[in-house]
């Protein structure tokens, strides 16, 4: 029996979000600079992006570049905002192959013009497309999101569009930058760090977390799979107690 074979498709996850990490450290494994790592991560989006839609994931969230990463050395940054647009450019192609939408979440407005108008381009020509959304989070945080949330429930609320008494969590959620898009189910990092690194701190209140020691550029489609596998053998009890789970 393969991996695959394993995923009860009635039990997906809805939506993965993936911390893609490690690509700096598999890069000076093999001697090589760090952007050498971040070109060989586009081959484990192509995949993991594949493995999803084919499986029937309906939402796929990636952390490709974050507020913070901005603070890296300039010339890594340049590069990275390179590759940025030669892969959208370059798999636009798969995302019609495989019937997927593109979104982005971040503060794009701090991107490069060449990178935003190839990102907007890539958007609009998928618009269409309805097997799955793959979201990229781009110079995103999480605290950036929840700033600018607030900011604009409180413009909204001095305008008189918004009444305090009706905020409640449905109606923050409308204000985030994932606005319509259910909360990740399942969450992924790789290279072997633990922690969240300011990435989607509200959507992931319940979502289970898996962790692989596996650097990015590695990660392949069995690797998803395995990850789906765990997340399946898992009782998610929201705070109920087990007796409580129908099963
Ligand atoms: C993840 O890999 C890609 C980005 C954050 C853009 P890193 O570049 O963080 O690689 P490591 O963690 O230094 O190995
Ligand atoms: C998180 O990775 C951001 C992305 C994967 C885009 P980092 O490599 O930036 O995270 P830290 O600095 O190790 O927490
Ligand atoms: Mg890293």
Redesign the pocket.
Known sequence: MSLKDKIDTERLPEHIAI????N?RWARQRSRPRVFGHRHGVTSVRETAEAAAELGVKYLTL????T??WSRPRAEVTALMKLLVQTIHKETKTLHDNNIRLLAVGNLENLPKVTLDELQDAIKETAHHDRMSMIL?LS?SSRWEITRAIQEMTKDAKQGKLDPDQVNENLISEYLTTKGIPDPELLIRT?G?Y?I???LLWQIAYAELYFTPKF?PDFRKEDLYEAIIDFQKRERRFGKTSEQIVK
């Open positions: 911390i893609m990490d490690g700096g952390y490709a570049f974050s913070e990463n989070a995103y290279s760090e922690r690194s300011n990435f990015w």
